[in-house]
């Protein structure tokens, strides 16, 4: 089970013991070598791991979603039924690892969709069963957090990571790679989302915070959009997504061109806004625990809007600031895989019978 958010208690010294003595043999011959899985909304992924390094890093993505505007949650698991026994092979040799390998399993147990969690838990768990190997259940927030130890530089403890995403937006204090705390979160919409929400209200293609991120970096913020004040360092961004939709809806009634007129300094202000939030919040953070470690983390950790704020705003605080690469920014195998190898260090091992969850800590 999980205490603080990301710290897995083992079920006791025996399970401990035995898991260690399983490490050992395994490693007698210098390698040992995980498959992780990750299939928590739309992306299909598998990564392969020798000894902490990956090998690789396959992602199959579901461009059938831009039809509908969004996640359709039954089609996401359909297509990972599809998907998840092409990716794992394409893994397998991309790595060039053999099934018999493979020395435990990773899998994403949540939070996500949860057809799309039952896939990925589904294939792992029968795969690692077949293998006499340990399966490993990941939650996929702390992964996006220990996607910063998959290549130098790497944050010193205690550091903050901002996970931003299409589905969630913390602020995490990270004592040790088992030993995290969320500090601040989204009690509406994710920081993603308020991108592909405002994205959508302005007619552009799902998912629209790359094209809010490409036309930003063409205008400028001359929008002024509410700031949300809320206690602590949690976030809001419904109330913005609400002052973009009706001053659209205003803008466009004077005139039905405004749009097209001035997408880039539309898209210039929406960004500016969503980004000014979250980096308010990290800098109280900061300035309030006197951490000058920081990690960006999750999909719209991408965002080069985001990402310019926090060297400027860095710089000014002397921070020291950590990327993961753009391959570990979005949902990928790669993180899942850097999490479960830490688990695997340890000898924990998940049981069989562990079951998805869509939220929470679990």
Same mark, same amino acid.
Request: charged content about 15%; some cysteine.
């Given at each position: 089970m999980i205490g603080k958010f990301g710290q897995r208690q083992?079920?006791?010294? /025996?399970?401990? %013991?035995?898991?260690l003595n399983f490490y050992i043999c395994k490693m007698i011959d210098g390698n040992s070598y995980l498959l992780a899985i990750e299939s928590s909304c739309d992306d299909t992924s598998a990564a392969v791991m020798c000894n902490g390094v990956i090998l690789?890093?396959?992602?199959a993505s579901q461009a059938i979603h831009a039809q509908y505007g969004g996640i359709v949650p039954e089609v996401a698991s359909?297509?990972? %039924?599809?998907?998840?026994?092409?990716?794992? &092979?394409? /893994?397998l040799k991309k790595a060039g690892v053999q099934v018999s %390998? @493979?020395?435990?399993?990773?899998?994403?147990?949540?939070?996500? @969709?949860?057809?799309? @969690?039952?896939?990925? @838990?589904?294939?792992?768990?029968a795969m690692a069963l077949s293998l006499g190997i340990p399966f490993i259940s990941v939650n996929h927030m702390r992964a996006h957090v220990l996607s910063h130890f998959i290549d130098a530089p790497k944050p010193q403890f205690p550091f903050f990571n901002l996970t931003v995403s299409g589905g969630h937006t913390q602020i995490v204090l990270v004592r040790s790679y088992s030993d995290m705390e969320v500090l601040g979160q989204t009690l509406d919409d994710a920081a993603g989302e308020a991108f592909d929400k405002s994205g959508k209200i302005l007619g552009l293609p799902y998912p629209a915070g790359p094209i809010i991120d490409k036309h930003a970096r063409q205008g400028k913020p001359i929008y002024p959009f509410p700031i949300p004040h809320i206690e602590g360092l949690d976030f809001s961004f419904s109330g913005v997504k609400t002052a973009i939709l009706y001053f659209i809806r205003d803008e466009v009634r004077k005139d039905p061109d405004f749009i097209s007129k001035h997408i880039n300094d539309i898209c210039a202000s929406i960004q500016h806004t969503i980004v000014e939030i979250l980096v308010r919040k990290l800098t109280f953070a900061a300035q309030q625990y006197g951490i000058k470690e920081i990690g960006i983390a999750g999909g719209v950790a991408?965002?080069?809007?985001?990402? &310019?704020?926090l060297t400027e705003v860095g710089r000014v605080n002397d921070w020291n600031l950590y990327f993961p690469a753009m391959q570990y920014c979005t949902d990928n195998a790669g993180m899942i895989a850097m999490a479960g190898w830490f688990e695997f260090l340890e000898g924990i091992e998940s049981p069989l019978d562990t079951k998805p969850f869509i939220r929470g800590m679990q």
């Amino acid at each position: 089970m999980i205490g603080k958010f990301g710290q897995r208690q083992n079920g006791g010294t /025996a399970e401990r %013991q035995k898991g260690l003595n399983f490490y050992i043999c395994k490693m007698i011959d210098g390698n040992s070598y995980l498959l992780a899985i990750e299939s928590s909304c739309d992306d299909t992924s598998a990564a392969v791991m020798c000894n902490g390094v990956i090998l690789s890093n396959v992602i199959a993505s579901q461009a059938i979603h831009a039809q509908y505007g969004g996640i359709v949650p039954e089609v996401a698991s359909r297509m990972h %039924q599809e998907n998840i026994a092409i990716v794992v &092979d394409a /893994a397998l040799k991309k790595a060039g690892v053999q099934v018999s %390998q @493979l020395n435990g399993i990773a899998c994403t147990a949540g939070p996500g @969709l949860m057809g799309s @969690l039952t896939v990925g @838990l589904s294939f792992a768990k029968a795969m690692a069963l077949s293998l006499g190997i340990p399966f490993i259940s990941v939650n996929h927030m702390r992964a996006h957090v220990l996607s910063h130890f998959i290549d130098a530089p790497k944050p010193q403890f205690p550091f903050f990571n901002l996970t931003v995403s299409g589905g969630h937006t913390q602020i995490v204090l990270v004592r040790s790679y088992s030993d995290m705390e969320v500090l601040g979160q989204t009690l509406d919409d994710a920081a993603g989302e308020a991108f592909d929400k405002s994205g959508k209200i302005l007619g552009l293609p799902y998912p629209a915070g790359p094209i809010i991120d490409k036309h930003a970096r063409q205008g400028k913020p001359i929008y002024p959009f509410p700031i949300p004040h809320i206690e602590g360092l949690d976030f809001s961004f419904s109330g913005v997504k609400t002052a973009i939709l009706y001053f659209i809806r205003d803008e466009v009634r004077k005139d039905p061109d405004f749009i097209s007129k001035h997408i880039n300094d539309i898209c210039a202000s929406i960004q500016h806004t969503i980004v000014e939030i979250l980096v308010r919040k990290l800098t109280f953070a900061a300035q309030q625990y006197g951490i000058k470690e920081i990690g960006i983390a999750g999909g719209v950790a991408a965002n080069s809007g985001l990402r &310019d704020k926090l060297t400027e705003v860095g710089r000014v605080n002397d921070w020291n600031l950590y990327f993961p690469a753009m391959q570990y920014c979005t949902d990928n195998a790669g993180m899942i895989a850097m999490a479960g190898w830490f688990e695997f260090l340890e000898g924990i091992e998940s049981p069989l019978d562990t079951k998805p969850f869509i939220r929470g800590m679990q």
